[in-house]
Each structure stands twice: as structure tokens, then as C-alpha cells.
């Protein structure tokens, strides 16, 4: 193995430069990695743009990923090099009250790697072994880069405890809501009810498992709901959009006493209708990342063809193009889900 690597380093917003460091080396508890595909979600979007609050520059991206395992440190009994991996992203103290009661994706002092602290985003990376989880060898490495971003539509399935047999509704149809309708029909739902403003976006939600899809310009929500649901409309309500018009959707025509559940990050102070909520004593849930768990069950409901990640994938590009990924989604936001990064071009 070589000395040296190359590593993607963002200076400013819109500008993507690489530069040669040391190929790191393990510690005792770690693993090294050689990085294989790297995903970019609209976090990563954020920075590209400089609209992320939480991040400066210059930063090294890349919390979406897959790989192969290098080398392991002395005290990594049960990782092997040439195994197949993903990594979790998450950065936490273990000594706050959320991490000491299992609940570290809501650290105090929470860091995720590519935003707070040195992402993937380099021909090798090393890691602590307990961030690291083994892929099965039926998932490509290009799927492998697409666990993080489903475990978060996993973890949100599951923030609604009775999802067994239930009645839902997807209000947003970009990637992670699509993911969402793939992981409601995986965990249980009886139905589920997915909008959005784009045909486009409707109809891969319709291709991958939403039994009535609904474009909000052009159609009446409130009517959507009753016509599919009845009087007794949905159960709960998924809000994967982050606008004010789409929560004021949820919270004006869900039936009394259910749950909205909150999935997509506000990029501004909301302006909700609180009255409303208060008088129909709706449940307003919310969902931040995932744990291992969610990992877990997202691997195996893609081992298991419960859910499908291919029809997500929109292009690939070479890892000395990471600017042109971002132009190509800038140009293309309709019709774009997920977008990858070949570190690594020679296996899929």
C-alpha cells in the first residue's frame, strides 16, 4: 500500500480542491479503510452553497459511504481486512445524558463526520471499529454508500410505535422520503399516502411501494386523504418536505388525536398553526438521524429485497469530478435522488 493518498478538501462554498496527505495508520481500536463510493445528500448540498449553519471551511466531506477493509488495529478481534463495510458518521461523547441512556444520535456535543469534523472523502480513512458495520456480500458498494441515508428513513419509520397494519402519509417524495415509503411497507404499514410537487418524484414514490400518490399544485390534499383514508384519515403523518405549507397540511387535516411526525430539517423559524394542534391533541413527534440498530435493519431489509436502492441511483461520478457532482445537481434538482462518488472505480 502506498504512503500517501489524495483527500478532497472543500475551502470555501463552491469550491472543491485535493490535495496529497499520509495514508493514516490504525489505532489499536480502529480500522483502516480503502473508501469505494461516497453518496451526497442535501446537507451536503447545504455546504456546497454555504447555507449550512454548522459547518465551516475548509472541510472534508463525505458521511455517506462504503468500503473495504484495509487493516485492523491490535485489539479488533471481529473485523477482517477484505471485508465489506459502511461507516456511522456520528461523533459523540458517551458521557452526556442522551448517550448514557442509548440516545447518542442526540449528543450534547454531537459531531458528524464531513460537517464537524474530517469526513471520508479520501482514498483510505480510518476509524473506530465500533462505527463500523459489515455489509452482507448481496449489497453492491454503490447500496453500501446508500445505508446512511436509509437508516434514516428507518429510524423515522420506527418513531411511530404501532406502524403494524397502520394508514400513513409521506409528505415530501426527495430521496429520504422515498426511502421512508420503501421502509413503512418493509416495517408493516397497511398503506401508504406520499405527495409532492414533482410528477417526476411521484412516480418513482409510485414505482417503489406508495399506493396513491398525490401532486399538491394540482390537487386538493385534504380531499387526497379522505378519498383514500376515509373519515378516519391517516394514522400518521410523515413531514419529509421542511415548508411551512407542507406541516400546515399535516397538522390542519390529520385526524384528532394522531401523529405527525417531523423528518425533514427547517432551514428557517417555522410558522405553525399551534392552536390547531393543541386542539385536536395531535402528537408532533420528531426524528433526528439513527442508531446502530437502524443500520442494522436497514441492511437487512435490503439483503431481504424489501427495499429497493437502485431506482434512487441518478449518476456516478469519478472522484477527481466531485465539482461537477454538485453542478450536475444543481442542474438537474427535479429529476436528481442520489448522486455518487466513485473513489474507487474498479468494483461496483
Request: hydrophobic share 40%; with cysteine; net charge negative.
Amino acid at each position: 500500500m502506498k504512503d500517501t493518498m489524495i483527500q478532497q478538501l472543500m475551502t470555501e462554498p463552491k469550491k472543491i480542491t485535493f490535495r496529497e496527505v499520509p495514508v493514516p495508520k490504525p489505532g489499536p481500536d480502529q480500522v483502516l479503510v480503502k473508501i469505494k463510493k461516497i453518496g451526497i445528500c442535501g446537507s451536503d448540498i447545504h455546504v456546497f452553497h454555504g447555507t449550512h449553519p454548522y459547518t465551516s471551511y475548509p472541510v472534508t466531506q463525505g458521511h455517506e459511504v462504503s468500503a473495504q477493509v484495509e487493516a485492523v488495529g491490535e485489539y479488533v478481534p471481529d473485523i477482517k481486512p477484505g471485508e465489506r463495510v459502511t461507516i456511522e458518521p456520528q461523533v459523540f461523547c458517551g458521557r452526556c445524558y442522551p448517550c448514557l441512556h442509548g440516545k447518542y444520535n442526540l449528543c450534547e456535543k454531537l459531531k458528524v463526520m464531513g460537517f464537524q469534523t474530517t469526513g471520508t472523502a479520501s482514498e483510505y480513512f480510518a476509524v473506530d471499529s465500533s462505527k463500523v458495520t459489515k455489509l452482507p456480500d448481496g449489497l453492491t458498494y454503490s447500496e453500501g454508500a446508500m445505508i446512511e441515508p436509509l437508516s434514516v428513513a428507518v429510524h423515522a419509520a420506527k418513531r411511530f410505535p404501532d406502524l403494524k397494519g397502520a394508514n400513513t402519509v409521506v409528505l415530501g417524495c426527495g430521496p429520504i422520503g422515498i426511502l421512508l415509503i420503501q421502509s413503512l411497507k418493509a416495517l408493516g404499514a397497511a398503506h401508504v399516502l406520499a405527495t409532492d410537487i414533482s410528477d417526476t418524484r411521484l412516480a418513482l414514490a409510485k414505482e417503489l411501494g406508495a399506493d396513491w400518490v398525490v401532486n399538491t399544485m394540482k390537487e386538493d390534499y385534504a380531499k387526497a386523504v379522505l378519498d383514500a383514508y376515509g373519515p378516519d384519515k391517516a394514522d400518521v403523518v410523515y413531514e419529509c418536505a421542511g415548508s411551512d405549507i407542507t406541516m400546515d397540511q399535516a397538522i390542519q387535516n390529520a385526524r384528532k388525536g394522531s401523529t405527525i411526525i417531523l423528518v425533514a430539517v427547517f432551514g428557517k423559524m417555522a410558522n405553525v398553526d399551534l392552536a390547531k394542534l393543541n386542539d385536536s391533541e395531535l402528537d408532533l413527534n420528531t426524528s433526528m438521524m439513527y442508531r446502530h440498530e437502524d443500520y442494522v435493519d436497514a441492511i437487512r431489509l435490503v439483503d431481504e429485497g424489501k427495499i429497493k436502492l437502485g431506482p434512487l441511483q441518478s449518476a456516478h461520478f469519478a472522484f477527481a469530478d466531485y465539482q461537477k457532482a454538485y453542478e450536475y445537481i444543481d442542474n438537474n434538482r427535479e429529476t436528481t435522488m442520489k448522486v455518487l462518488i466513485d473513489v474507487d472505480p474498479t468494483e461496483e
